[in-house]
T-cell receptor, first 117, second 113 residues
Framework: GAVVSQHPSRVICKSGTSVKIECRSL??????MFWYRQFPKKSLMLMAT?????????EQGVEKDKFLINHASLTLSTLTVTSAHPEDSSFYIC?????????????FGPGTRLTVL | GDSVTQMEGPVTLSEEAFLTINCTYT??????LFWYVQYPGEGLQLLLK?????DKGSNKGFEATYRKETTSFHLEKGSVQVSDSAVYFC????????????FGQGTILTVHP
């Protein structure tokens, strides 16, 4: 079964509003989670690395004030798209690594489809 | 920087056909290489991986060999099934960037009965 969940699976919002996306590790504690963005017919692009209890590390070109990441617990990271605009419409995917596992496999959530009108 | 290039899709095959999806990479250091699969409506799942040159990853009949000399990690399967229809992503994790994955653009595979 799924070990990483995302909520909501899809969201439609008006331009200028903020949207929060949740990423949960279901049966392990994840000190590190990753947020990706996927454009149509494009690869996944890493946006930021979310670290529990500390500030997220953003990739070059990603606006940290626009994409707020909070990793307040070992099983939950949130991505808030602030003042969303149509160009923010995309598929957002999170992943998490189980530090207790003997492998460093990343487990991916099913993604959240954001549409900004 | 690191990059991954996959063959353009979509790929359409008949059941039991042979599958090859090409993947080449550019990276510094000694990356680990991965193939992920995304079935309709689901998240990405690790299909197979290889961590050093000449390693062969295999799972569910799929194979890929880490070729350092050609910087390639092509995915192959001898006989595909309808249930293999999915999007396949080649990815690398650089030797100097723990946990960060760099993905190819994905290849849509459709297998017909």
């Amino acid at each position: 079964g799924a070990v990483v969940s995302q909520h909501p699976s899809r969201v439609i919002c008006k331009s200028g509003t903020s949207v929060k996306i949740e990423c949960r590790s279901l049966d392990f504690q994840a000190t590190t989670m990753f947020w990706y963005r996927q454009f149509p017919k494009k690869s996944l692009m890493l946006m930021a690395t979310s670290n529990e209890g500390s500030k997220a590390t953003y990739e070059q070109g990603v606006e940290k004030d626009k994409f707020l990441i909070n990793h307040a617990s070992l099983t939950l990271s949130t991505l808030t798209v602030t003042s969303a605009h149509p160009e923010d419409s995309s598929f957002y995917i999170c992943s998490a690594t189980n530090p207790s596992s003997s492998t460093d496999t990343q487990y991916f959530g099913p993604g959240t489809r954001l549409t900004v009108l | 920087g690191d990059s991954v290039t996959q063959m353009e899709g979509p790929v359409t095959l008949s059941e039991e056909a042979f599958l090859t999806i090409n993947c080449t990479y550019t990276a510094t250091g000694y990356p680990s290489l991965f193939w992920y699969v995304q079935y309709p409506g689901e998240g990405l799942q690790l299909l197979l991986k290889a961590t050093k040159a000449d390693d062969k990853g295999s799972n569910k009949g799929f194979e890929a060999t880490y070729r350092k000399e050609t910087t390639s990690f092509h995915l192959e399967k001898g006989s595909v099934q309808v249930s293999d229809s999915a999007v396949y992503f080649c990815a690398l994790r650089g030797g100097t960037s723990y946990g960060k994955l760099t993905f190819g653009q994905g290849t849509i595979l459709t297998v017909h009965p």
